[in-house]
């Protein structure tokens, strides 16, 4: 009996290995389009949908954590004179408007062959406006910006110039544990093969297990597709004949922020923050908060959350895309809880960047330009701060020839984006 079983077994797993390789020679779920995959309205879902439906490719994009998508978003709600849903606008109007006036008043292209100007110098002509996309991500990390870029930074939706606003924290939140576990990277990497960053995006062997778990097993590697396929075929034979007999599911009125388990529950819904026009100012402290995320430093995560700059920084100069880095400004009462020398080092790593990759480099933290009125707590400003900050980020373009007149140059690519839909 006992060697009966065994060769049962035997013989099962042999049967379920030839199964496992028949089925990645064939790829039968390759069919199943990524954005139909089961996902999580999270900041990140909101942003990328939006980015997808522009008909015109982003001439600017801001990249960053809530440092820079707050202040922005904050300045456009005063400069708009109205109220702003978080999830619906991810442009920066007063950035857009601020570099087209201005860009054309200083006119890079003047006296330069008329092939060669600028769209924004030629006389006569109608200057269409700039589109400015914030893709700036509560917590966001380096490598949320570097996942950003990789997936859906294609041929046809590249920027011509992207904006990096950086903090320490970006770097060393005790709160991330690996750059593979953030709500931006479970969304994002669907859309590209991340096979050659699995060493720095899980460093931990642990941290590996599902991926490559996925990749031995195919059905396992694809149980988000087998999932949407299932929902389809059931729909489309038991629909019909549901409709008719049953009343409509008590699923239909769950509440999706509480009723879901945790990895597939909304992270932020319509409605939730709207951010107003015009707040009176208020400072809220939250020095807890960032004790936590500080907490003696992270060095591990340092040296990896560099390293995914660096690659970033690669990929924009391989696509010829300019870069502006950007040392965000914080209130002395947060760089007072940072660990000792990091944040020398990190300003040091900036500097160094810049020079490597030829990228401009703005050190608003360095200034005295930066109130604590601009804040409306120990790190994230308020709309009077948003406005500094934009006003610098023009002139800091605008001063840059090479960034200037990558904006003046006329895209060709630009008709072609209302075609291609949400392809990836």
């Known amino acids: 009996?006992?060697?009966?079983?065994?060769?049962?077994?035997?013989?099962?797993?042999?049967?379920?290995?030839?199964?496992?390789?028949?089925?990645?020679?064939?790829?039968?779920?390759?069919?199943?389009?990524?954005?139909?995959?089961p996902a999580a309205h999270t900041w990140v879902w909101w942003a990328a949908q939006e980015f997808l439906e522009q008909k015109e490719p982003s001439d600017v994009v801001l990249l960053g954590s809530s440092l820079v998508m707050h202040p922005v978003s904050r300045l456009d709600a005063d400069y708009l004179n109205k109220d702003l849903d978080y999830v619906h606008h991810h442009s920066s109007k007063y950035l857009a408007d601020g570099l087209a006036t201005t860009l054309k008043r200083n006119c890079v292209g003047a006296g330069l062959p008329r092939p060669n100007r600028g769209h924004v110098c030629?006389?006569?002509?109608?200057?269409?406006?700039?589109?400015?996309?914030?893709?700036?991500?509560?917590?966001?990390?380096?490598?949320?910006?570097?996942?950003?870029?990789?997936?859906?930074?294609?041929?046809?939706?590249?920027?011509?110039?992207?904006?990096?606003?950086?903090?320490?924290?970006?770097?060393?939140?005790?709160?991330?544990?690996?750059?593979?576990?953030?709500?931006?990277?479970?969304?994002?990497?669907?859309?590209?093969?991340?096979?050659?960053?699995?060493?720095?995006?899980?460093?931990?062997?642990?941290?590996?297990?599902?991926?490559?778990?996925?990749?031995?097993?195919?059905?396992?590697g694809k149980k988000l597709d087998l999932q949407v396929l299932l929902a389809e075929s059931t729909k489309r034979l038991c629909g019909p004949f549901a409709t008719q007999i049953f009343y409509p599911s008590a699923l239909n009125s769950l509440d999706l922020t509480r009723n879901l388990p945790s990895n597939a529950r909304a992270e932020v819904e319509e409605g939730m923050f709207i951010v107003k026009s015009h707040q009176p100012y208020s400072f809220e402290d939250n020095s807890s908060e960032y004790r936590k995320r500080y907490r003696q430093g992270n060095e591990s995560l340092f040296a990896n959350q560099t390293k995914f700059l660096e690659r970033l920084l690669d990929l924009a100069k391989k696509d010829n895309v300019k870069v502006i880095l950007v040392n965000m400004p914080l209130t002395k009462a947060n760089l007072a809880l940072m660990p000792p020398n990091y944040y020398q080092r990190y300003v040091q790593l900036l500097q160094n960047c810049s020079q490597k990759w030829q990228t401009g480099f703005v050190d608003l933290n360095a200034q005295d330009k930066f109130q604590v009125t601009d804040f409306y707590d120990t790190s994230h400003m308020n709309g009077d701060g948003g406005k500094k900050l934009v006003d610098s980020l023009i002139e800091a373009i605008s001063n840059n020839q090479e960034i200037a007149f990558a904006l003046q140059r006329k895209d060709p690519q630009g008709a072609q984006l209302a075609g291609h839909g949400h392809s990836l």
């Open 1 to 37: 009996m006992r060697s009966l079983l065994g060769s049962s077994f035997i013989w099962g797993m042999l049967l379920l290995l030839t199964f496992n390789i028949w089925l990645w020679k064939e790829k039968p779920l390759t069919q199943v389009d990524p954005e139909s995959l």
């Open 122 to 220: 030629d006389e006569g002509g109608v200057t269409p406006p700039l589109q400015c996309f914030n893709f700036a991500l509560p917590g966001g990390m380096v490598s949320d910006d570097y996942i950003v870029y990789r997936s859906l930074f294609t041929n046809e939706r590249k920027p011509k110039v992207i904006v990096l606003g950086l903090s320490l924290r970006d770097f060393i939140d005790n709160g991330v544990h690996c750059a593979a576990a953030t709500p931006a990277f479970r969304y994002l990497n669907r859309f590209c093969n991340v096979d050659d960053i699995v060493d720095i995006s899980m460093p931990q062997i642990f941290q590996r297990f599902d991926y490559w778990q996925g990749k031995a097993i195919y059905l396992w």
